[in-house]
C-alpha cells in the first residue's frame, strides 16, 4: 500500500459517505494504492453507516472505539492500524476538501517530509469560519508559535490536515491531549523538509462542530505538556524563573547587607550581584540545564567563569540601553526593561552554547537548521 488516509470520526453520519465519494473523484486518476481508515468514536449510527462503506468499497477500513480519548489518539491509532508508506490526515466534517489530496501526495513523493495544507499562505483562507472561530484560531495558533520553536516557522501549525512520509513519526512517541495532533508530529517527529500547499478551508455542511471550551482547555495543557517534553523550549522557561528567582535574592541580600552593616551602597549592590549570580549558576546548573553535567574536570571548572563573563555582559548590555534611553529623554525604566528582555535573550543563548554546551546539543542544533519549511 503505497498511501494510507486517516479520519478520526465522531457523529459524521452525514458527512462520511460523501467524503469517501471526493476522495475516490480526486484519486481516480492517480497511478498509486490507497486505504481509507476511519477511527471512530460516534455515539450516533455513524459505525452502521461505516459499515456499508467498507462493505461496498473496498480500501475503505474502519475501527469503531467505545472508550476513545479523542481525535489525537483516534489519529495516533490511525497511524498504528495503516499500512502505507504515506499517510495524509483529515478531518470527517469536509472542511478539509480531498481535491487538494493529489498535490500533496505529489509533494510527498517528490522526497518532502511533511506537507501541510495551510489556509495563510498567499493562495489560501479561512473563510469557512466565522469572526469568532477566526479570533479564537489566531489566538491558539500564535500561543503555539511563541511558546514552541518548532512551531515557528509554519503559518498553520495547529490544522488537522498534513501528509507524512511514515518514517517521519516512526519512533516518535506520540501522546496528545486533545485535537491539535500536527503540533504533536512537528515538536516530536523526524524530519528535515516541511512543505505549506494553500487551501480553501470549507464552511460546515452537515453535523455539528466539535469545539468547546473543554477542548480549549485541552490545547493549553497539551502546549504545556509539549513545553516540558521539548528540551530546548522548557530549558528557556527554567532559565526566566531561575532569573526572577535571582531578582529577589539580589533584593534580599542587599537589604540585609545594607541595612545591617551600613556600607556604601555600591557595595551592597555589587556584593547582593555577586550572591545573586552565584545563586543563579547552581540553580541552572542543577536545573535548567541539569542533563549537561561534564564529567570532564576542565570543562566543568570554566563553567562558572564563562557564566559570569556571560552575565557581566549581559549587565553591560541592560546598562547601555538605560544610557541611550537617558540621551533620548525617554524613560530610564523603560530603557532598563528593554535592556533585560534583550540581556535575557543574549545570555541565554550564550550560555546554552558555550557554558552548558554538549556535543548532543550541538547535533540537535544543527539538526534543526537543516528542518526547511517551503511555501507555494
Known sequence: MQVSIVIPTFNERENV???VERIEG???DQRYSYEIWFIDDSRDDTPQVLEELAQTHAQVH???RTNGRGLGTAVVEG????TGEYIVVMDADLQHPPEVLPTMLKRLMEGIDVVIPSRFVPGGSDGGLNTFRKFVSWTARWIGRIAIKR????TDCTGGYFGLHRSVIANAELDPIGWKILMEVLVKGHYQTVHEVPYDFQSRDAGESKMSLHEQWNYLRHIGKLLWNSPEDRRFYLYCFVGAMGVIVNLLVMSLVFYGFHPHAWIASVVASLVAMAHNFLWNDKLTWKEHNHTEKWRRALQMPLFVLVSGTGITVTALFVQLFVWLHW????GQ?????????WTFTANNRWTWASSEEKLARQTQKKIRVTQE
Open 17 to 19: 459517505r460523501t467524503m
Open 26 to 28: 480526486a484519486l481516480r
Open 62 to 64: 474502519y475501527v469503531h
Open 79 to 82: 497511524f498504528a492500524r495503516s
Open 151 to 154: 512551531l515557528r516557522s509554519v
Open 331 to 334: 524613560s530610564e525604566l523603560m
Open 337 to 345: 526593561t528593554l535592556g533585560i528582555v534583550i540581556a535575557t535573550g
